[in-house]
C-alpha cells in the first residue's frame, strides 16, 4: 500500500526553504493520491504566500494546533502507513506526536559542531536553541533515514550527527520559467551583479560588500542584495556608507527569476550554505553565477561553464572573478545558457519529488515504545 505522506514545516522567515518545501509538496502529490502539509507558521510567511496545491496544506500559528493537526492527519481514514517528511526544527516533535509514523528528517543546513540551530522542544513546543549534539538523540536516533539537501550537507551529518543511521542526499529541485524571462537589464556600461541573501551574518554580505567596494572594481559594477532585512541589516547599511560601495538593498522578492533577468551575474559568499536556491533561480534567467568554493555551492556550480568558483578566504579572489567578469562578458552569456541547461536537466522539483517517493516506498511502519503527545 502506497503510504500517505505528510509534510512538516516551520517557517520563521521568507526564503528559499519555504519555496522548495512548498514545490516538494505539490510535486509529490500529483504522484502520490494523498498529501498533507502542516505548515507551523512561527513568524515567517502564511502558506498561501508559498501555494502547494494540489497538496492539502494545515497552518498553524500554535504548538497546540500543530500537535492536533499533525496528530489527525497521521492518522487517515483507511489506515494506511504513514511517512512523515520533517525537518530538522521539528523531527523529535513529529516523533512525539505520532510515533506509529515513518519520520524521515530532512536537514536544509551544512551543520559543524558548534553552530546553532533553533528547534521545536518536543516536550513543550517552545522553540529554543541546541547545537547537533544537544538535540534529543533519544527520539531522533529512531529515524530511518535521513536527509541532506546537498553532498555538503550529508557529509557535514555524516560528521556531527553520528547517531543518524543512515544519510543520503537529495538535491532540491526548482520550479524555473519555462521561458527564459525576458532581459530588461538597464542601460549601463556598469557590471550589474545580483546577490540574494537576509542579511544574516552566516550569509557573509559583508564580503560582497567590500568586494564591490574595492577601488579596482568599484567604478564598473552595481551590486543589489534581495532579501529580507536580517540581524545584520542596520550594520551592512552602515558598511555600504563607510565605503562608499556601490551597493543597493532590494528587500525579498517573490518573481526572483523575472528580477534577475536584469543583471549580468549571482554572486554569493555563504560557506554554510545547504543548497543555495538563488543560483537555480538565477540559471533559470540564463544568469550565471559566482560562488565560494565550500558547502553546498560547488555542487550547483560547474566552475568555467556555469559559472566561476572562487577561494572564499582569499578577498582578492573575488575581486578577480568580478574582473574577469567585467572583461569577458560574452562569456558570461555563454555560461547562462549552460548554467538554464544544467538547472532544466537536474534541479527539477519533479526530480525531487521522485526521489523523495522512492524513499517514502522504502519504510515501513514501525512503533516506537513512545506514548503519543495529548
Known sequence: MVPHVVLTWVTTA??????????????????????????WRHGGPAADECASAPARVHEVTSWTDYRQTLSRVCAPADARPVVVISNHRTAAADMVI????????????????????????????????RTISGLWWELLAHAPVWVGISDA??????SHAPQARFVTTIHNGVAIPV??????RPVTGRLLVAGVARTVPWKRVDRLVRAAADPRVSTAIRLDIFGEPGSHHAELVRLVHELGAP?????????????????DLLATASVQEGFGRAVIDAAGAAIPSLVPDAGASP???????????????????????????LLDRESLVSMGKA?????????????????????????RPMYRPLAAAQ
Open 153 to 158: 550537507s550529508s557529509a557535514a551529518l555524516r
Open 179 to 184: 521561458t527564459i524571462p525576458v532581459r530588461t
Open 247 to 263: 551597493v543597493r538593498f532590494m528587500d525579498y522578492a517573490s518573481d526572483l527569476p523575472q528580477r534577475l533577468a536584469q543583471y
Open 299 to 325: 555542487e550547483l556550480v560547474i566552475d568555467g561553464l556555469t559559472g566561476v568558483v572562487y577561494d572564499p578566504e582569499d578577498p582578492d579572489d573575488l575581486v578577480a572573478a568580478f574582473t574577469d567578469a
Open 98 to 129: 505520532a510515533p506509529h509514523a515513518r519520520v524521515i528528517p530532512v536537514v536544509r543546513h551544512v551543520v559543524n559542531t558548534d553552530q546553532v540551530l533553533r528547534v521545536i522542544d518536543p516536550y513543550d513546543g517552545v522553540m529554543v536553541e
Open 14 to 39: 521568507r526564503g528559499g526553504a519555504e519555496n522548495s518545501v512548498a514545490e516538494l509538496a505539490a510535486h509529490l502529490a500529483r504522484l502520490v493520491t494523498s498529501v498533507d502539509v502542516v505548515w
Open 339 to 363: 548554467a538554464r541547461a544544467l538547472a532544466e536537466g537536474w534541479y527539477t522539483p519533479g526530480r525531487c519529488a521522485a526521489q523523495y517517493l522512492t524513499l517514502v516506498l522504502g519504510q
